[in-house]
């Protein structure tokens, strides 16, 4: 008896999820994930969709494992949201773009601080610029300096080497420059193979390509990844305002918010894949030292270049100066 009642419960609640998801307006969204449909990301979202559904919203997933080609069909219409990394939305949306500005935020704690505000009903209206609005944040990884020589461990050893460099990231041209490296033009499709064939010395990259894309081959037996984070990735839920209501909007910033950890598991778990022999450590001297010349890069890159939003600049500099009060920056307010 009680388990003809479960069975009749079960049978209940799948017809109601089924009726719901009949009823909640379909869209698209368009997913980047290097490793496409298979990819941990791609299955997160798949998640999301579910959730979706109870804010009205029945979802069809897209994979893409081209970024640039997920964000050139979101911004032809064949997209009603899409899942990008925060680079690739700044065009779109400067001010949650700039999260992924060049040191300003040394851990994945400060990350989840930032995403945790912006998912408040307080932060709707700066996630949203013009027709554009960023419905969730996921961390992607921290962004180390891979070598083909671990003598190259500071900023003056980068000088003359042959750097790979996304494209459309103007901020890592700038910093390439400024460290007097060799900018060698490349995309999310190309800069390891450019790498592991030994054509730069240097490429950045989260953890998660060194297995993904073998960057273990350009390392070799001299090489390594410095441990100290250059940036955080993020993914971003790219949407057409007008295509959603703000209920929907607030609901799935919270639910990216609530899942910070899921995508954070995968990025620590890639850390822990690098072997401990191809990490390079650096004195806290050089990173207190480099903490300084990023501060005066992203500053540039704020005033000069209009890459950077200044309103998250400021923000993410209250939040490092809350959890450490010492930096040198906490004196002066340059951000």
């Not at 009823?23 to 997160?44: H, M, R």
């Not at 190309?190 to 081959?217: I, R």
């Not at 209009?306 to 906490?330: F, N, P, Q, W």
């Amino acid at each position: 008896m009680r388990r003809t009642i479960l069975i009749a419960a079960v049978l209940t609640m799948a017809s109601v999820m089924a009726s719901t998801a009949m009823a909640a307006e379909k869209k698209t969204l368009c997913v980047y994930d290097p490793s496409g449909a298979n990819g941990d990301a791609f299955q997160i979202m798949k998640d999301y969709r579910t959730a979706a559904v109870g804010w009205g919203i029945n979802f069809k997933l897209k994979a893409y494992t081209d970024e640039k080609i997920a964000a050139e069909d979101f911004k032809a219409g064949q997209c009603d949201a899409a899942v990008l990394t925060g680079t690739r939305a700044r065009p779109f949306q400067r001010f949650t773009g700039t999260i992924e500005a060049i040191g300003a935020l040394p851990t994945y704690g400060h990350l989840e601080k930032v995403v945790k505000t912006l998912a408040s009903p307080k932060a709707s209206r700066m996630m949203k610029k013009g027709d554009f609005e960023i419905a969730g944040i996921f961390p992607g990884g921290a962004v180390y300096l891979f070598v083909n020589d671990r003598g190259i461990n500071t900023v003056e050893k980068m000088a003359g080497k042959r750097l790979a460099v996304l494209e459309y990231d103007t901020a890592s041209k700038v910093m390439a420059a400024h460290v007097g490296a060799s900018s060698v033009g490349a995309d999310i499709a190309t800069f390891a193979g450019l790498f592991n064939n030994k054509n730069v010395s240097m490429c950045y990259s989260p953890a998660l390509a060194y297995q993904a894309l073998e960057l273990h081959k350009g390392i070799g037996s001299k090489g390594g990844v410095i441990r100290y984070p250059l940036a955080q990735v993020t993914f971003q839920i790219l949407t057409r305002s007008a295509a959603f209501n703000p209920d929907f909007m607030l609901s799935s910033r919270k639910w990216a918010a609530s899942n910070f950890s899921r995508f954070l598991a995968l990025n620590k778990q890639a850390e822990s894949k690098i072997p401990s022999s191809h990490w390079i450590d650096i004195p806290s001297s050089d990173k207190v030292r480099y903490d300084t010349m990023f501060q005066e890069t992203r500053i540039r890159l704020r005033d000069e270049k209009k890459v950077y939003d200044k309103t998250m600049l400021r923000m993410m500099r209250k939040i490092r100066c809350k959890v450490d009060g010492s930096r040198a920056e906490c004196t002066t307010n340059k951000e």
